[in-house]
C-alpha cells in the first residue's frame, strides 16, 4: 500500500494553556487554505521563551490532547520532546522530512512570528524550502517584499487572545472556559494550573 501525499500544517507553539484561538486557527486552516491535516506541534522549550513560565510539556501535550480529540484532521504532536533543546524549527522540520518524505508540510505561523523569521536559526532555508500560511494578529504589519512566493497572506479571522492573557486571568480568579475547548479548562480546573 502506498502511503498517500498530504499536505500538512504545523502549527508550532508553547500552548501554555491551548485555547479556542488556536483551535480555529487550525480548523481555518484545513477548512480555507487547503492543509489535509494539522499537527499541533507541542515545543518543550522555545529558543525565544523563558522555560520557567512553562508548564511541564506532558502537561501542555494532555490539554492539546483534549482540545483536538474530536476533531478528525487536527492532531496533538509531541515529535519535540525527545529533541535537543531549546527546540529550533528547522531541526523539527529536518526529522519530519526524513519521516515522513512523502508529505509536504507547511508552517503555520502569525504575522508577530513571520517578521522576526530572520533571526531564526537557518531562516533562508525554511523561507525558500517550505511554504508559509501567515495568520494576521492586531498590531504586526507584515512587509510582504521581504516574502517569497512561498508565503500567503491568509485571511484567517483574528482571535485577539493569547495564552498569557489566560493564565493572567486564571491567577486572577476569573472564569475562563468559554475560552478554550471545554476537556481543556475541566483539566485546568481539576489539576489547580496557572493559580
Do not use: C
Not at 17 to 46: K, R, T
Not at 109 to 118: A, E, H, K, L
Not at 120 to 134: G, K, Q
Not at 180 to 191: K, Q
Amino acid at each position: 500500500m502506498t502511503k498517500q501525499n498530504k499536505n500538512i500544517g504545523l502549527f508550532f507553539g508553547s500552548f501554555n494553556p491551548i485555547h479556542v484561538g488556536h483551535v480555529i486557527l487550525a480548523n481555518y486552516m484545513v477548512e480555507f487554505e487547503g492543509m489535509d491535516e494539522v499537527w499541533l506541534i507541542i515545543s518543550p522549550q522555545s529558543p525565544f521563551k523563558n522555560k520557567s513560565e512553562l508548564t511541564s510539556e506532558e502537561i501542555r501535550f494532555e490539554m492539546v490532547s483534549r482540545a483536538v480529540d474530536r476533531l478528525k484532521r487536527i492532531t496533538a504532536s509531541n515529535i519535540e520532546f525527545n529533541m535537543p533543546q531549546p527546540s529550533y524549527t528547522i531541526n523539527t522540520l529536518n526529522l519530519l522530512a526524513e519521516k515522513y518524505s512523502h508529505n509536504q508540510f507547511h508552517l503555520i505561523m502569525g504575522s508577530d512570528n513571520i517578521i522576526n523569521i530572520r533571526r531564526w536559526r537557518e531562516a533562508d532555508t525554511i523561507i525558500n524550502r517550505y511554504p508559509i500560511l501567515v495568520y494576521p494578529r492586531n498590531g504586526y504589519a507584515i512587509n510582504t517584499e521581504e516574502l517569497t512566493d512561498k508565503t500567503k497572506i491568509t485571511n484567517a479571522p483574528v482571535v485577539d487572545i493569547s495564552s498569557t492573557m489566560i493564565r493572567e486571568w486564571i491567577s486572577a480568579g476569573h472564569d475562563v472556559r468559554a475560552f478554550m475547548p471545554y476537556g481543556v479548562f475541566e483539566y485546568i480546573e481539576e489539576n489547580r494550573l496557572y493559580r
